[in-house]
C-alpha cells in the first residue's frame, strides 16, 4: 500500500518564479492538508481540502498561495512569485472521510535563490 | 486558540536510560493528541494518539504516552532508548470535526541519544 506521495522531494527555485509542490494522497482518502514546515520550526497549518473544494485555508499566507484538489490527480500547492521567505519544507497530509488521523508525506523542501 | 507547548528544546540522554519529552495543551476542551517522529530529512511518522478512553496510552517502538487532564499534558515516555531513537519529536493537537480539523503542532523536541 502506497502512503502520502509528493514530488518534487527538493525544488530550486529563483525569486520571482513559481512553485508547484504535488502531493497525491493514500489510495481511497478524500482529506488532504499542507503544512509548512520553516527551519528550526514545528509544522503550521495552511490548507485543508477535500475533492474540489476548499474546506480551511486559514492558514495560507493571503498572496501568492494557492491550493487544489481536482475530482482527478493530485493535489497541487501553487506559490506565485516565491521570495526566499518561502523556504522551507512543505507536507502534504491525507485522511479518510470520518477517521481522525492525518497520515503524512516525505515533504517537498523548497529552496529559493 | 490552541496552542501546544514543547518545553525541551534538546534533551540528551544515554543508550539504555528512560526518556520523558514533555508537551502541554493550551484549550478549553479535551483535543486529539498525538505524539510524530521526524528523522532528519525525512516526513512524519506517528507514534502514538489519544482520543478518548484509557489515558495511557501504548504506541509504536516502545514509546508510550499519558494524558492528564488536570495538567493539560501529554508527556512521551520510553523506559529504555536505543541509538535509533534519536530523531526530533513533536507533540500535535486537534479536533478534527466539521471544517476544523487542523492539527496544531509543537515546536518540537529534539533528542539525542550517546553510545
Known amino acids: 500500500n502506497a502512503g502520502v506521495m509528493q514530488n518534487p522531494r527538493h525544488l530550486v527555485r529563483r525569486r520571482g518564479q513559481e512553485a508547484r509542490l504535488r502531493c497525491s494522497p493514500v489510495?481511497?482518502?478524500?482529506?488532504v492538508y499542507w503544512y509548512r514546515q520553516l527551519p528550526e520550526e514545528g509544522l503550521k497549518f495552511m490548507v485543508y481540502?477535500?475533492?474540489?473544494?476548499?474546506?480551511?485555508e486559514s492558514g495560507m499566507p493571503k498572496e501568492r498561495f494557492s491550493a487544489e484538489f481536482p475530482k482527478e490527480g493530485p493535489s497541487i500547492l501553487r506559490i506565485q512569485q516565491v521570495v526566499r521567505g518561502d523556504s522551507a519544507a512543505y507536507f502534504c497530509?491525507?485522511?479518510?472521510?470520518?477517521?481522525?488521523?492525518?497520515?503524512f508525506g516525505p515533504g517537498t523542501r523548497l529552496t529559493v535563490l | 486558540a490552541q496552542s501546544v507547548t514543547q518545553p525541551d528544546i534538546h534533551i540528551t540522554v544515554s543508550e539504555g536510560a528512560s526518556l520523558e519529552l514533555r508537551c502541554n495543551y493550551s484549550y478549553g476542551a479535551t483535543p486529539y493528541l498525538f505524539w510524530y517522529v521526524q528523522s532528519p530529512g525525512q516526513g512524519l511518522q506517528l507514534l502514538l494518539k489519544?482520543?478518548?478512553?484509557?489515558?495511557l496510552v501504548q504506541g509504536i517502538k516502545g514509546f508510550e504516552a499519558e494524558f492528564k487532564r488536570s495538567q493539560s499534558s501529554f508527556n512521551l515516555r520510553k523506559p529504555s532508548v536505543h541509538w535509533s531513537d534519536a530523531a526530533e519529536y513533536f507533540c500535535?493537537?486537534?479536533?478534527?470535526?466539521?471544517?476544523?480539523?487542523?492539527?496544531?503542532f509543537g515546536s518540537g523536541t529534539q533528542l539525542t541519544v550517546l553510545p
Open positions: 481540502l477535500q475533492k474540489e473544494n476548499i474546506i480551511d
Open positions: 500535535a493537537v486537534g479536533f478534527l470535526s466539521g471544517s476544523a480539523r487542523q492539527l496544531t
Open positions: 489519544y482520543f478518548s478512553g484509557d489515558t
Open positions: 497530509a491525507s485522511s479518510p472521510a470520518g477517521l481522525n488521523e492525518q497520515f
Open positions: 489510495k481511497g482518502h478524500s482529506h
